[in-house]
């Protein structure tokens, strides 16, 4: 939760299901990388080498709105 993003607890208590992948949190997932990327860039002060990801999938899990990302 420190993040700003809580795990859903309800839905998978062992957290198992990593939902990086789910296409519902590509928002997320967005202001996940950029603040990485950033910290990264900060750490070593060049850019980070970025991996390609693989191809996302529908995943069936609800959409995550954009005041929901607001820290």
Do not use: C, T
């Given at each position: 939760?420190?993040?700003?993003?809580?795990?859903?607890?309800?839905?998978?208590?062992?957290?198992?299901?990593?939902?990086?992948?789910?296409?519902?949190?590509?928002?997320?997932?967005?202001?996940?990388?950029?603040?990485?990327?950033?910290?990264?860039?900060?750490?070593?002060?060049?850019?980070?080498?970025?991996?390609?990801?693989?191809?996302?999938?529908?995943?069936?899990?609800?959409?995550?709105?954009?005041y929901?990302?607001?820290?």
């Amino acid at each position: 939760m420190e993040d700003g993003f809580p795990p859903d607890l309800k839905a998978d208590p062992y957290e198992q299901d990593n939902l990086i992948d789910h296409l519902a949190y590509g928002k997320v997932r967005k202001v996940m990388k950029e603040r990485l990327l950033k910290r990264m860039k900060e750490i070593k002060g060049k850019s980070a080498r970025i991996i390609p990801a693989k191809e996302r999938e529908p995943s069936g899990q609800r959409v995550v709105f954009d005041y929901e990302l607001d820290e």
